[in-house]
């Protein structure tokens, strides 16, 4: 099993829909969460991070659900520039490791 | 304020050549790591140094690869001999501290073609 589990899509929506996307993560003990997005050639940007109690920015809705130990992206109203491929990041906190271990990216194309 | 600085952006060599790959963090950021990525294997941890020290460097593939970072400034990661599956994009990201809540910011990345 991966560290940090992403379905790689690619999700298809229409423009204005709601779309969702998981991350799972094998550490229980995890303790900071993130998502990233990445343009195509591009290199990974934070959109945001992932606090205990959920957090909101705009259109853009992260949660975490640590029982299940997935987080989650919610995104509402997409636009056509939300196409990109959108990473989970996860601070595993195993044998002291602290970088960053990322999922494999989750690809949205939002159609007209 | 400038971002993470990364050189060169492309880099083509063949089989055997010596690689190095050049970044410069932000001001002021005291973490810096290596990551690698690939469509097989996403984007993978290299290497990390925390205030110029070597941390984390179990994700370095093999003998092959090394990273230094001999002042805060400055880093480079240098493959000797490349090889064909060496070919991936290579970003460099720095982040201000060195706790689990730090957020990284990456470079543009170097894309690596070992033919």
Not at chain 1, 20 to 28: L, V
Not at chain 1, 77 to 84: F, N
Not at chain 1, 94 to 102: I, K, Q, V, W
Not at chain 2, 57 to 83: C, H, V, W, Y
Request: one cysteine or more; charged letters at 20%.
């Amino acid at each position: 099993r991966k560290e940090v589990e992403q379905d790689p899509g690619p999700f298809n929506v229409p423009e204005g829909a709601t779309v969702a996307f998981n991350c799972t993560y094998s550490n229980s003990a995890s303790q900071s969460f993130f998502w990233y997005r990445q343009d195509c050639r591009k290199e990974p940007k934070l959109l945001m991070s992932v606090y205990s109690s959920g957090n909101e920015d705009g259109r853009f809705t992260a949660q975490l659900n640590r029982a299940s130990q997935y987080i989650s992206l919610l995104i509402r109203d997409s636009k056509l520039s939300d196409s990109a491929t959108y990473l989970c990041a996860v601070n595993l906190m195993d044998t002291g490791r602290r970088a960053l271990t990322f999922g494999s990216g989750t690809r949205l194309q939002v159609q007209p | 304020d400038a971002g993470v600085i990364q050189s060169p952006r492309h880099e083509v060599t063949e089989m055997g050549q010596e690689v190095t790959l050049r970044c410069k963090p932000i001001s002021g950021h005291n973490s810096l790591f290596w990551y690698r990525q690939t469509m097989m294997r996403g984007l993978e941890l290299l290497i990390y140094f925390n205030n110029n020290v070597p941390i984390d460097d179990s994700g370095m593939p093999e003998d092959r690869f090394s990273a230094k970072m001999p002042n805060a400034s400055f880093s480079t990661l240098k493959i000797q001999p490349s090889e064909p599956r060496d070919s991936a994009v290579y970003f460099c990201a720095s982040s201000l501290g060195d706790t689990s809540n730090e957020k990284l910011f990456f470079g543009s990345g170097t894309q690596l073609s070992v033919l």
